[in-house]
């Protein structure tokens, strides 16, 4: 007779009930679902800015600077590059 106070699994019984694991389960899955909407709008925030920056916006300002004028040039040396 084999029953479940005799058997060697006896001590492996479950801590939580089958339906606490499910809820647990459930709440984990749509705690990553928002984490994984919530990162996809801010991915398609980041895209559309990004387009919005570089499809000549009239708010995109170019800068324009000023010459560079070289004052010194560096001896020139045997050395070998790398």
């Given amino acids: 007779m084999n ?11 479950p801590l939580l009930s089958t339906s606490s694991r ?6 984990v899955a ?6 994984s909407i919530g990162a996809q709008r801010a991915s398609h925030q980041a895209v559309q800015t990004a387009a919005e920056s570089f499809s ?21 040396t045997d050395a070998k590059r790398i």
């Fill in 56 to 76: 000549g916006h009239p708010a995109h300002v170019q800068a324009t600077l000023a010459p560079v004028q070289i004052v010194v040039r560096r001896a020139n």
């Fill in 3 to 13: 029953t479940t106070e005799t058997s060697p699994f006896a001590a492996f019984q």
């Fill in 30 to 35: 749509g705690v990553l679902a928002l984490a």
């Fill in 22 to 27: 499910i809820a647990v389960a459930l709440v």
